[in-house]
């Protein structure tokens, strides 16, 4: 217990930044979705699309590979082998001449970082439980969420100065210092003794282990829900502020200030879910989500696009939500299964992010000319989340009863 007292700031931003590498080779490329589309051979918004999409999709996958070898050889060697397929991605993307080489390019880029992503969350849950856990991944999502606040400014910066390419080449810096970082003063949070043995049975054993926890599972699903419906504002973005809206030179702003709305939200979670807990946040924060998407839906139900400073309000108000949403979803899964931490994260974040990347593909599909679709979909995986958490409700008061 007296470990969870005591946090220091250096094991925050350490673990922000692991997450962070995620972040800006996301968001700093989407103001060069256009560009890069455009030198691949690229022809419609969809395709471009993918290009953040798919990255994702590596992602969920990568973490069945990193996780349950995590839980076996420790955390620190596989965060390391995975920087080294993100490097290997990396210079895919830069030097390809081929769109599809570039989507899997992304693919094997997304597999790479499943590893500090996802294992980034099993030290916290090594180290740390409960609603105090949820308050650490709150103020690491906190930190985190400074990356896509400037990322898109960033990617612009490097574009006009450089060329597209250059992004490329400054993700692959960036994560080389924080590696080096995390390998001069980050110790390993799995000690030998705690370590599973590594076999061919592990990952079955560990999935069957998860689904014992009815409670992972719901919260995993419901992760998936947020996380597909956001990763769709994630792909679409540019679309929607540079074409529909002509607002290409704003659109680093508006996307940062949209981020900033997230941050204050992670904050006040950090400041609050100790005298709340995650689960009653989580829970409201839900219905926010749902409520706030359905009365777009009802208000702008002609597909007529509304003013932007409308538009930004209902996102800013979306996106605060969201805020007390991915911390506390991703630590009530996390919390049954301090037993597999390792394998537990790389389960609840292969079925959340496998689940999202369908759904953000399919919507984002019909995001052309208005933000309706969007909305639609924000609400359509809003009250799917809320009847989840209701069905858990209904289930727990049975079992007490």
């Known amino acids: 217990m007296e470990k969870q007292k005591k946090v220091k700031f250096e094991f925050v931003a350490l673990m922000a930044s692991l997450m962070s590498i995620v972040a800006l080779t996301i968001d700093a490329l989407l103001p060069a979705l256009p560009e890069i589309g455009a030198s691949l051979g690229a022809t419609s918004s969809s395709q471009n699309q993918l290009l953040i999409t798919m990255i994702f999709l590596g992602i969920g996958f990568g973490q069945l590979i990193f996780g349950p070898i995590s839980d076996s050889f420790g955390r620190k060697p596989i965060v390391y082998v995975g920087f080294l397929i993100f490097i290997i991605a990396s210079i895919i993307c830069v030097t390809t001449k081929n769109y599809e080489m570039m989507l899997f390019g992304r693919i094997l880029q997304g597999i790479g970082l499943s590893s500090p992503r996802s294992l980034s969350t099993s030290m916290i849950r090594d180290e740390f439980s409960g609603d105090y856990m949820a308050k650490i991944l709150s103020f690491v999502v906190m930190f985190f969420i400074l990356v896509p606040i400037i990322a898109p400014m960033f990617g612009q910066f490097l574009i006009n100065l450089f060329n597209w390419q250059a992004i490329f080449y400054f993700n692959l810096i960036f994560g080389l210092i924080i590696m080096i970082w995390f390998w001069l003063r980050q110790p390993e949070t799995l000690p030998k003794e705690k370590r599973i043995k590594l076999s061919p049975h592990?990952?079955?054993?560990?999935?069957?282990?998860?689904?014992?926890?009815?409670?992972?599972?719901?919260?995993?699903?419901?992760?998936?829900?947020?996380?597909?419906?956001?990763?769709?504002?994630?792909?679409?973005?540019?679309?929607?502020?540079?074409?529909?809206?002509?607002?290409?030179?704003?659109?680093?702003?508006?996307?940062?200030?949209?981020?900033?709305?997230?941050?204050f939200a992670t904050f006040l979670n950090s400041?609050?879910?100790?005298?709340?807990?995650?689960?009653?946040i989580a829970y409201y924060s839900t219905l926010a989500y749902a409520f706030i998407s359905v009365l777009y839906v009802i208000l702008f139900s002609s597909g007529q696009n509304p003013s932007i400073y409308t538009l930004i309000s209902f996102l800013a108000l979306q996106f605060f939500a969201v805020g007390f949403l991915f911390g506390n979803l991703r630590a009530l899964a996390m919390q049954p299964l301090g037993h597999i931490a390792g394998i537990g994260a790389a389960i609840n974040g292969f079925f959340s992010?496998?689940?999202?990347?369908?759904?953000?593909?399919y919507i984002g599909s019909f995001v052309k000319t208005s933000v309706l679709p969007l909305f639609i979909g924000f609400s359509i995986f809003g009250v799917l989340s809320i009847l989840v958490f209701l069905i858990l409700k209904r289930k727990k008061r049975l079992i007490t009863t």
């Open 202 to 263: 592990l990952f079955i054993s560990g999935t069957k282990e998860f689904l014992k926890h009815k409670e992972s599972v719901a919260f995993t699903l419901v992760s998936g829900f947020i996380t597909g419906s956001f990763m769709v504002y994630l792909s679409t973005s540019q679309q929607i502020f540079q074409e529909q809206y002509n607002l290409a030179e704003m659109f680093p702003y508006i996307f940062a200030s949209l981020a900033i709305s997230i941050g």
């Open 271 to 280: 400041q609050l879910v100790e005298r709340f807990g995650m689960m009653k």
């Open 353 to 361: 992010t496998v689940l999202a990347v369908p759904i953000a593909h």
